[in-house]
């Protein structure tokens, strides 16, 4: 099995995790943190893989829980097709998060809006070797899908005291 394939897995795995297109699971978790930044204001998740443990609290749901258990299971099938074992991991977390702040419109559309994900991954192997990155993407998503609550509800409520 080879040891230095280990990277290019993980970093392939974290990307994969993030991305919105490509599933694993049936549950893109970048709707989840739309959701999670409507309800809550976070704009944040991260993950333990090998723990199957989620920061913060109040991302915690069915869905989430799902994708990770999705993930968890593809990790052993992702590190034999490359050739390493899987038990060398020994501690992997990954923390996306969108900055909905620098939102901007996509081409012409004013309900579609591009938010810059960035992925960050730790994994830590049985020889206790570091491996981190950061992967930064874009995404197009539906505006609505966003927007947070709060923000509505004072433009509502400003609307309705002019």
Request: proline share 2%; charged share 30%; net charge positive.
């Amino acid at each position: 099995m080879k040891r230095k394939n280990l990277k290019s897995i993980i970093h392939n795995f974290a990307h994969s995790f993030q991305a919105f297109d490509f599933r694993i699971s049936q549950y893109p978790l970048l709707i989840q943190l739309c959701w999670l930044y409507k309800k809550h204001g976070a704009n944040w998740v991260e993950v333990d893989i090998l723990k199957n443990s989620i920061q913060p609290d109040v991302a915690v749901n069915r869905e989430i829980k799902q994708r990770i258990q999705d993930y968890s299971d593809w990790l052993p099938e992702l590190c034999l097709s490359q050739n390493a074992d899987p038990k060398i991991i020994k501690e992997l977390k990954i923390r996306v998060t969108i900055d909905f702040d620098s939102a901007t419109v996509f081409k012409s559309s004013r309900n579609e809006r591009v938010l810059q994900v960035k992925t960050d991954y730790l994994c830590i192997d049985d020889l206790g070797n570091i491996l981190e990155d950061s992967i930064v993407e874009s995404e197009v998503v539906k505006k609505q899908n966003y927007e947070n609550y709060q923000q509505r509800a004072q433009a509502e409520a400003g609307k309705r005291c002019s």
